[in-house]
């Protein structure tokens, strides 16, 4: 009983040790916090992990550049007045549907078009993008880490779709193609934070802190309404209550009246989102069309939405999808094929034309697009073609290799990967 309870005692002195060497002082707050990481540390996080998740998540929103500018300029504008101004702030907007924003360490920041069209002007953009801002400046990514190392529980990562996956099977596979990302669990006090202090930012960058207000009040009406089941992954992370609504008028009490609304330069800036909005429900129709397995309906709408705007990649990556899971291989080709004209700065696209070009067994166009998905994006999928590519033209130790690599992602993937390199061995 002693040595248990010295054995115990030992390991509860060496948790407080290293929990009061892991404290920090909160950059907004002035707060001590527990914080494993060094600030080194989570710049380089942010860096290696916001090129994963904007792949994984559509990628960047390219028909209108413009508006990538224009929320760029907003975010920097409170960046500047941030109690971190010093951080390497970057903005984007992903091309994804699903409204939702988020931070990864070091200032690293994204909202999606899906996002924007809820939002009626600037100051409700600066309350998204200062709440946001305050993630990133208060370190909150850091405290989470931390705490979840603590309790054993590891990081937070966004897994990759790991099931079997045929040539033909593209359209269940959908966007899960990528390797795995950071995703930071934030807790109802980090929001609250993020509230206070993202209005003050609003507020010392002359922008109208009852946009939060409006803001909050937008998010709880929806959350009441039928839009709701579209919106879970922003309520998950950013849960709306009447609390925070609450919260927001007594904040702004507390700040500067008569900033700046700007609702005209915000509807401008989204303009071609909403010109281009029944272009963007043909194709989320379509996605549902997919889920209900009604796929000549899907493909009906992706088609719409290609006729509605035909500068946008993602309906021709769809419409090859639907295309490879009919086995139409050559006309899923051409589709990809316009995909990567219009968007060559996106994973998926290039992933998709050679794993139909191999299905075609044209190797040496499949060996180059396959290589190139790489570039932007590791996954486990493109390894696991690549050997199958590799072993076709008989190279197998380069096929051993990617199979490998493949093999080390496990799940079904990995699995398969696993056998090919078995099969391989055997051979030999």
């Given at each position: 009983?002693?040595?248990?309870?010295?054995?115990?005692?030992?390991?509860?002195?060496?948790?407080v040790a290293s929990l009061l060497a892991g404290c920090a002082v909160n950059p907004?707050?002035?707060?001590?916090?527990?914080?494993?990481?060094?600030?080194?540390?989570?710049?380089?996080?942010?860096?290696?992990?916001?090129?994963?998740?904007?792949?994984?998540?559509?990628?960047?929103?390219?028909?209108?550049?413009?508006?990538?500018?224009?929320?760029?300029?907003?975010?920097?504008?409170?960046?500047?007045?941030?109690?971190?101004?010093?951080?390497?702030?970057?903005?984007?907007?992903?091309?994804?549907?699903?409204?939702?924003?988020?931070?990864?360490?070091?200032?690293?920041?994204?909202?999606?078009?899906?996002?924007?069209?809820?939002?009626?002007?600037?100051?409700?953009?600066?309350?998204?993008?200062?709440?946001?801002?305050?993630?990133?400046?208060?370190r909150h990514s850091a405290a989470a880490m931390s705490q979840q190392q603590?309790?054993?529980?590891?990081?937070?990562?966004?897994?990759?779709?790991?099931?079997?996956?045929?040539?033909?099977?593209?359209?269940?596979?959908?966007?899960?193609?990528?390797?795995?990302?950071?995703?930071?669990?934030?807790?109802?006090?980090?929001?609250?934070?993020?509230?206070?202090?993202?209005?003050?930012?609003?507020?010392?960058?002359?922008?109208?802190?009852?946009?939060?207000?409006?803001?909050?009040?937008?998010?709880?009406?929806?959350?009441?309404?039928?839009?709701?089941?579209?919106?879970?992954?922003?309520?998950?992370?950013?849960?709306?209550?009447?609390?925070?609504?609450?919260?927001?008028?007594?904040?702004?009490?507390?700040?500067?009246?008569?900033?700046?609304?700007?609702?005209?330069?915000?509807?401008?800036?989204?303009?071609?989102?909403?010109?281009?909005?029944?272009?963007?429900?043909?194709?989320?129709?379509?996605?549902?069309?997919?889920?209900?397995?009604?796929?000549?309906?899907?493909?009906?709408?992706?088609?719409?939405?290609?006729?509605?705007?035909?500068?946008?990649?993602?309906?021709?990556?769809?419409?090859?999808?639907?295309?490879?899971?009919?086995?139409?291989?050559?006309?899923?080709?051409?589709?990809?094929?316009?995909?990567?004209?219009?968007?060559?700065?996106?994973?998926?696209?290039?992933?998709?034309?050679?794993?139909?070009?191999?299905?075609?067994?044209?190797?040496?166009?499949?060996?180059?697009?396959?290589?190139?998905?790489?570039?932007?994006?590791?996954?486990?999928?493109?390894?696991?073609?690549?050997?199958?590519?590799?072993?076709?033209?008989?190279?197998?130790?380069?096929?051993?290799?990617?199979?490998?690599?493949?093999?080390?992602?496990?799940?079904?993937?990995?699995?398969?990967?696993?056998?090919?390199?078995?099969?391989?061995?055997?051979?030999?």
């Amino acid at each position: 009983m002693i040595s248990r309870t010295l054995r115990f005692n030992t390991v509860a002195t060496a948790l407080v040790a290293s929990l009061l060497a892991g404290c920090a002082v909160n950059p907004v707050t002035g707060k001590q916090e527990l914080s494993l990481m060094s600030q080194g540390q989570e710049l380089a996080l942010g860096e290696q992990q916001y090129p994963i998740n904007q792949q994984q998540q559509g990628g960047q929103y390219n028909i209108d550049p413009a508006l990538q500018s224009y929320v760029n300029r907003v975010g920097q504008k409170l960046a500047k007045v941030s109690d971190q101004p010093q951080l390497p702030y970057e903005f984007v907007v992903l091309n994804n549907s699903v409204p939702n924003a988020w931070a990864l360490p070091g200032g690293k920041i994204a909202v999606n078009r899906g996002l924007l069209v809820l939002l009626e002007d600037e100051a409700e953009l600066a309350a998204v993008l200062g709440h946001e801002i305050v993630h990133a400046a208060a370190r909150h990514s850091a405290a989470a880490m931390s705490q979840q190392q603590v309790l054993g529980a590891g990081l937070a990562v966004l897994g990759a779709a790991t099931r079997e996956t045929a040539y033909g099977d593209l359209v269940t596979l959908g966007g899960q193609l990528g390797g795995s990302a950071y995703i930071a669990r934030y807790g109802r006090s980090n929001e609250l934070e993020s509230d206070q202090y993202g209005m003050k930012y609003m507020a010392a960058a002359g922008y109208d802190s009852q946009g939060a207000v409006r803001l909050q009040r937008k998010f709880v009406e929806l959350s009441k309404g039928r839009q709701a089941g579209g919106l879970q992954a922003l309520f998950a992370s950013h849960p709306p209550s009447q609390s925070r609504v609450d919260a927001n008028i007594q904040h702004a009490k507390q700040l500067p009246k008569g900033g700046t609304s700007n609702r005209a330069a915000y509807q401008k800036a989204i303009a071609q989102l909403k010109r281009d909005a029944d272009a963007y429900k043909s194709y989320d129709d379509a996605m549902a069309a997919i889920n209900d397995k009604q796929y000549d309906r899907a493909l009906s709408l992706v088609r719409q939405a290609q006729k509605q705007q035909p500068r946008e990649a993602t309906f021709y990556a769809l419409e090859g999808d639907l295309l490879a899971h009919k086995k139409q291989y050559k006309s899923a080709h051409s589709a990809y094929d316009r995909a990567v004209q219009k968007n060559p700065s996106l994973f998926s696209n290039w992933l998709k034309r050679g794993m139909v070009s191999a299905q075609l067994k044209d190797y040496t166009a499949a060996e180059r697009d396959l290589n190139r998905s790489l570039r932007y994006l590791e996954t486990p999928h493109a390894h696991y073609y690549l050997g199958q590519v590799y072993e076709k033209q008989g190279n197998t130790r380069n096929a051993y290799s990617h199979y490998q690599t493949a093999a080390s992602a496990g799940g079904d993937i990995g699995s398969k990967a696993q056998a090919r390199m078995q099969a391989i061995g055997n051979q030999g």
